[in-house]
């Protein structure tokens, strides 16, 4: 597949994904509406529109502020700054260098030119946060600086522009409300088993087999809960990056300086420990530094918020019409 | 009734040719502002060239042509009047940077000095710049040009003299040949 048909691909993957996740939202919300709140009446789907608010209500305030937060746990300093403050010619050309390479990007992308910091690290990594591209932040490691050449610092710098451009901090926002929601949902279910005894008589009313069945799917789905949130979350995480990379490839129309880079990061690859887990999928590579081998691949890969480097690259290496050997 | 029908219809099209009409304009001011930053990276590449040539003029007394072909290229490149005229021209300065760079790599001094290093930097972060926004008119233009010709928008299009975009293209065949590197120590 080139990229444009790689980037149309996860995108309809991302909207599956996330019907299945509202799918399995509304399931765990009608059961939780029905069978533990339920009196009888018309049906109005409370405990669903109170859990939706408050995870929407956090996930509003992460997307609002979450930027200072995450670019503040992370130490990452102004570009601006550790441009004025570099202790040598060496220093001051990297980060002018990098500088350039954000403004390149950004007239390939076409987007307002984000904010760049950089993190004192001396692992290879760098993230993109901020809730729109008119208010993007782009940081990256000392490390990363210092390990890649100017074009594979721009194929980089260009996977988290895709991020940017894509709107992936918001789309992973809303996600993080839905797992949010469907945690809280489950955790009212959970309790009202423990404290209550009269959902039995409710339930009858339910009527016949068909509820005695959705009462059995919502058994499941409640104790399931946790689990399957999280692992929707990261299957759209896995998609996201490599829609990243597929757009970080139409900007610089070079995959395989990417690809480079990537196999760079991956040899290096040990944990970032200034880069928090929570900002683990908007980074370029997973910063708890665990690393997928193609036969651990599939239960592994489920648990990641990166797919893994091998397939990433091979996918780069298609769009650069290279032959991947199997 | 059948006038309530009719009402319907003509409201559904009017809104279409709304529609269709601020797209199209939308489209054309991304494509004219593309153009724009076309222009403002040229206009940076030519700041920083007299930079350039007097940071490197003094180790360089032997390649005074080299020198003065920048400048002169560069000057040209200044006067440019048409897209057409300015493709040529920043092509001619184009190669004539390449030609200085590859003539520096000669003089070790030069190679290690930080000025030259960072303005080296500058020139092609510049000559990147100016690479990305024109793939970024040409992207944005050939959705212009889509958008106008396929039916039924071209209607639209024709109707409120929308002009089809020119798409930037190398113009010079110097610049789109490959160039050719000459290693045997002939001369």
């Known amino acids: 597949m080139n990229l444009l048909e790689q980037q149309a691909a996860n995108r309809r993957r991302t909207w599956f994904v996330m019907a299945v996740f509202i799918i399995f939202l509304a399931v765990v919300g009608a059961g939780v509406d029905a069978f533990v709140i339920g009196n009888g009446g018309p049906f ?80 290879p990594n760098a993230f993109a946060t901020g809730r729109d591209p008119a208010h993007a932040s782009i940081a990256v490691t000392d490390g990363l600086l210092r390990m890649l050449s100017r074009e594979e610092l721009q194929g980089v710098v260009a996977h988290e522009m895709g991020h940017v451009r894509n709107y992936d901090i918001r789309l992973m926002t809303v996600v993080a409300a839905l797992v949010g929601a469907v945690a809280l949902l489950a955790d009212w279910a ?42 929707l979350a990261l299957a759209v995480s896995r998609r996201r990056e490599y829609l990243a990379d597929a757009t970080g490839a139409e900007l610089t129309r070079n995959p395989i300086a990417l690809a480079d880079a990537l196999e760079k990061i991956e040899s290096a690859v040990e944990p970032t420990p200034s880069i928090k887990q929570g900002t683990a999928h908007l980074c370029i590579a997973d910063p708890m530094g665990r690393r997928l081998t193609q036969s651990e691949s599939g239960w592994a890969e489920l648990w990641a918020t990166h797919p893994p480097m091998s397939k990433r690259i091979a996918a780069l290496k298609t769009m650069g019409y290279l032959k991947v050997g199997t | 009734m059948p006038f309530l029908v009719l009402l319907g219809i003509v409201a559904v099209f009017a809104f279409w040719v709304i529609g269709a009409y601020n797209g199209l304009i939308g489209l054309r001011n991304q494509k004219d502002n593309g153009w724009k930053q076309i222009d403002i990276q040229l206009k940076r590449r030519h700041d920083l060239i007299p ?3 007097n940071t490197v003029k003094g180790a360089m007394e032997f390649e005074r042509d080299t020198l003065t072909a920048v400048m002169e290229a560069r000057n040209k490149a200044m006067t440019a009047a048409s897209p057409a005229d300015a493709g040529a021209k920043e092509g001619a300065l184009t190669a004539a940077l390449g030609r200085l760079f590859a003539v520096a790599e000669n003089y070790p001094q030069l190679r290690a000095n ?53 798409l930037f293209e190398i113009t010079d065949a110097a610049e789109r040949a490959v160039p050719t590197v000459d290693l045997s120590m002939r001369k």
Request: charged residues 20%.
């Open chain 2, 114 to 166: 930080e000025n030259v290093k960072m303005l080296q930097e500058e020139l092609s972060g510049t000559e990147n710049k100016i690479g990305f926004a024109r793939q970024f008119y040409n992207d944005i233009a050939t959705k212009y040009n889509t958008r106008r010709e396929v039916f039924p928008t071209n209607i639209i299009a024709n109707s409120f003299g929308f002009q089809r975009a020119e």
């Open chain 1, 44 to 123: 109005v789907p409370v405990a669903t529109m109170a859990a939706l608010a408050m995870g929407g209500g956090q996930s509003w305030w992460s997307l609002r502020f979450g930027d200072r937060s995450v670019l503040a746990s992370a130490a990452a300093i102004p570009l601006e700054t550790r441009l004025a403050e570099a202790a040598s010619d060496d220093e001051r050309l990297r980060y002018r260098q990098l500088q350039n390479v954000v403004e390149e990007m950004s007239i390939a992308a076409g987007i307002p030119v984000p904010r760049a910091y950089v993190i004192p690290d001396s692992d």
């Open chain 1, 190 to 231: 959970g309790r009202s088993m423990r404290f209550g005894g009269q959902r039995s008589s409710r339930r009858d009313k339910g009527g016949g087999a068909a509820g005695i069945l959705f009462f059995a799917v919502w058994i499941v789905a409640i104790m399931l809960a946790p689990v399957v949130g999280r692992l």
């Open chain 2, 51 to 53: 930079n350039l040539v």
